[in-house]
């Protein structure tokens, strides 16, 4: 799976959208990009995944540059309650079914979300 | 919705003592992976299970050993435990789809189980 890298760190304002980026310069084809974030030591939490079109979802955005080699996740009104560590994660998806394989946590980005 | 069930919540052992923890999947999920996170750490991937059987295998001691049961919880069990062990873990389920070309599948956490190990 292809390596990502993140900002160690980002502040955002409550209630002002939040923009994390990614770089995964050596994505292939046939992997995904996926959002996870932790709340302090509570299970990691899907946020959103995309291919190559930009994804919304009721939580977040995705915007997947035309290249592929980066992405940002949005959150569009940040709160308090987003203040986490987001975990982007490059994944290739087998062309069968069954088991995808694990994900490949990296360091992440430690949101803080300030009043 | 119902989400991935795991137990216990806390744990604590003695150093040599065994420990099970146990994942309850998402229903109609049938795949499971279990990951560790130790104390500032990021999770880490230990092993997975599709269908009952082994799929995948990570940075597992051999001292640990899990299963999948019919009814598709796991088990990890764990023996001769070392204070290194202290460390969440997290049980993740995930459905995959049919065989399409792309197709993915997303794995959802439970609350993980905090074994101490003193």
């Known amino acids: 799976d292809a390596k990502t890298t993140q900002p160690p760190s980002m502040d955002c304002a409550e209630g002002r959208a939040a923009n994390l980026p990614c770089n995964h310069s050596?994505?292939?084809?046939?992997?995904?990009v996926y959002w996870y974030r932790q709340i302090h030591s509570q299970g990691p939490q899907y946020i959103i995944h995309?291919?190559?079109n930009n994804e919304t979802n009721e939580m977040a955005s995705l915007i997947i540059t035309e290249d592929r080699k980066s992405s940002t996740l949005i959150l569009p009104h940040a709160t308090l309650r987003d203040t986490a560590v987001y975990y982007c994660?490059?994944?290739?998806?087998?062309?069968?079914?069954?088991?995808?394989?694990?994900?490949?946590f990296g360091k992440g980005t430690k949101l803080s979300v300030k009043p | 919705a119902a989400g991935v069930i795991q137990s216990p919540r806390h744990l604590i052992k003695e150093k040599r003592e065994t420990a099970t923890l146990k994942c309850y999947p998402i229903?109609?999920?049938?795949?499971v992976y279990w990951y560790q996170q130790g104390p500032g750490q990021d999770p880490q991937f230990l092993i997975s299970?599709?269908?009952?059987?082994?799929?995948d295998k990570g940075s597992i001691p051999d001292r640990f050993s899990a299963q999948q049961f019919s009814d598709y919880h796991s088990e990890l069990n764990m023996s001769s435990l070392e204070l290194g062990d202290s460390a969440l873990y997290f049980c993740?389920?995930?459905?995959?789809?049919?065989?399409?070309?792309?197709?993915?599948?997303?794995?959802?956490f439970g609350p993980g189980t905090r074994l101490t190990v003193l």
């Open positions: 299970f599709y269908e009952k059987m082994q799929s």
């Open positions: 050596t994505i292939s084809g046939n992997e995904y």
């Open positions: 995309g291919l190559k």
């Open positions: 229903p109609r999920h049938d795949t």
């Open positions: 994660i490059v994944r290739v998806v087998k062309n069968y079914g069954g088991s995808q394989g694990n994900l490949i």
């Open positions: 993740a389920s995930s459905s995959p789809l049919a065989v399409t070309l792309l197709s993915t599948d997303t794995q959802y």
